[in-house]
């Protein structure tokens, strides 16, 4: 569960492994500077060397580059990276100056452990100074003690700046909430937690946009799921019911794998979680690999140097999840073509026990 440091202000989301203790020193370090700011904080990690930070100005945790609804800074300690990188993800100012004073905090944290990060990634679409350079331009020259990777692109399919300042101002994300659709949409996820038995007060729509890089490009996301049982789907105008069922279906499958592989990790070897999932063994599941081409796309990418083990922490090992990920697709696949659709018998026997060992476990 979730708990509240540094006045209530800085959220972390809890996670059952033991991270580097010197990224979570660093992480612990600019989260207290960025609640100093009073900003509201969230941290969450990742395996053991990657911690996504977020801080508003609302405690909708808002970030969103352009917006005019909060202020706010989203950032990446990415540990395994050649070499380690702090990435600044979203940045958004309304009050001159705090852009600035959120930079600061996040590399004065970074100080705090010197030697762990000497790299900071931004992609800077900052509008040029009188100077003729941009914003980030004069941040890296204010900090030459790091190796600054700054590039310039556009997001994919997004009109040039001049293009966009000719059309009307974008809706706020409090005018995108407020919509029909929206709230349409709304509805319809509550009617889908409580058709699939799932807690609608854990289920949020939320009007932001959230993007990840992943195989070295940049996709949207349609939903984020957490340890602690929330589950945030990304309102698209675009996205039917179907796809919002099958959205629900996947991350609440990652809710359950979390769960159970939480209580697996906590007990010894010889426990009775250990000895029911015995038979899935990393060769096993290599061998089958995925159930969809989502799925399969983590199987490709897998760099571990042996194959991914069940409940193991997949994106530190190997950067990609593909155990994790096939079995919330086997749940997306069951909502969307109905419970006897054609599924490998292995991979349906693991989904079925983890399931089952979820339910037990809550009692």
């Not at 972390?12 to 492994?17: L, S, T």
């Not at 202020?71 to 958004?92: C, D, M, R, Y």
């Not at 590399?107 to 980030?136: E, H, T, Y």
């Not at 796809?243 to 009775?272: I, N, S, T």
Request: with cysteine; glycine share 6%; charged share 30%.
């Amino acid at each position: 569960m979730g708990v509240w440091d540094i006045s209530r202000l800085w959220r972390r989301v809890g996670a059952a492994e033991k991270g580097d203790p010197a990224i979570a020193e660093i992480a612990g370090e600019i989260c207290r500077n960025l609640a100093a700011l009073g900003l509201f904080v969230e941290s969450k990690q990742y395996g053991t060397s990657f911690w996504e930070i977020r801080a508003s100005t609302s405690p909708k945790m808002i970030t969103t580059p352009d917006g005019t609804e909060a202020s706010g800074v989203a950032l990446l300690l990415a540990g395994k990276f050649e070499p380690p990188a702090l990435v600044f993800e979203q940045i958004n100012s309304l009050r001159r100056g705090l852009g600035r004073e959120m930079v600061e905090a996040a590399i004065a944290g970074l100080k705090a452990r010197p030697a762990v990060f000497g790299r900071v990634k931004v992609n800077d679409l900052s509008p040029r100074m009188k100077d003729g350079r941009r914003w980030w331009e004069h941040v890296a020259d204010a900090h030459a003690e790091f190796d600054w990777a700054i590039t310039h692109e556009e997001p994919f399919a997004s009109a040039s700046r001049v293009a966009q300042s000719r059309e009307p101002s974008p809706l706020t994300l409090t005018d995108i909430a407020a919509t029909p659709d929206f709230l349409k949409k709304r509805r319809k996820l509550e009617a889908l937690c409580r058709e699939l038995g799932y807690d609608a007060k854990k289920a949020t729509l939320s009007p932001e946009k959230k993007t990840f890089d992943y195989l070295g490009q940049s996709f949207a996301s349609e939903g984020e799921s957490f340890p602690n049982g929330r589950i945030v789907i990304f309102y698209d105008p675009e996205m039917s019911k179907a796809r919002l069922g099958c959205c629900l279906a996947h991350e609440m499958q990652h809710v359950k794998y979390f769960f159970v592989r939480d209580a697996y990790r906590a007990e010894p070897e010889d426990g009775p979680l250990h000895k029911r999932f015995a038979k899935f063994t990393p060769a096993a599941l290599a061998l089958l690999r995925g159930v969809s081409n989502y799925s399969n796309e983590h199987w490709d990418a897998w760099k571990g140097a042996a194959p991914p083990r069940l409940f193991s922490m997949e994106l530190e090992e190997g950067e990609s999840e593909p155990i994790n990920e096939t079995i919330a697709e086997v749940a997306k696949a069951q909502y969307n073509w109905g419970p006897d659709v054609w599924i490998n018998p292995v991979w349906r026997e693991l989904q079925q026990a983890i399931n089952e060992e979820y339910e037990r476990l809550r009692g």
